[in-house]
Nanobody
Framework: QVQLVESGGGLVQPGGSLRLSCAASGSIDAINTMGWYRQVPGKQRELVAHASRVGSTVYADSVKGRFTISRDNAKNTVYLQMNSLKPEDTAVYYC????????????????WGKGTLVTVSD
């Protein structure tokens, strides 16, 4: 079983920065894709960014140039550096991990963290 624990959310003023972290634990040798999604009440969860094990990244258009995703594969951790935050970035941010390699197995399932709230407001 894989568990994801996010940290780093909070209240920040417009134009400010926050860094989210997500650590995966369990019987993990490697994780194919780790990423961040966000959700506001009444809307579907949307992709913010994800990164592959070999370093390729994908960003939502709304965060390109402001957010940076990075991974520490040795620690099974993914980060999201968020700069120039806007009120419309306010959401619960969820960590995702997909494609888990164990010592002698592969789990194609998606795993989710419980989420961390980011609020951008004066």
């Amino acid at each position: 079983q894989v568990q994801l624990v996010e940290s780093g959310g909070g209240l920040v003023q417009p134009g400010g920065s926050l860094r989210l972290s997500c650590a995966a634990s369990g019987s993990i040798d490697a994780i194919n894709t780790m990423g961040w999604y966000r959700q506001v009440p009444g809307k579907q969860r949307e992709l913010v960014a994800h990164a592959s094990r070999v370093g390729s990244t994908v960003y939502a258009d709304s965060v390109k140039g402001r957010f940076t995703i990075s991974r520490d594969n040795a620690k099974n951790t993914v980060y999201l550096q968020m700069n120039s935050l806007k009120p419309e970035d306010t959401a619960v941010y969820y960590c995702n991990a997909a494609g888990i390699w164990g010592a002698d197995s592969f789990d194609p399932m998606n795993y989710w963290g419980k989420g961390t709230l980011v609020t951008v407001s004066d």
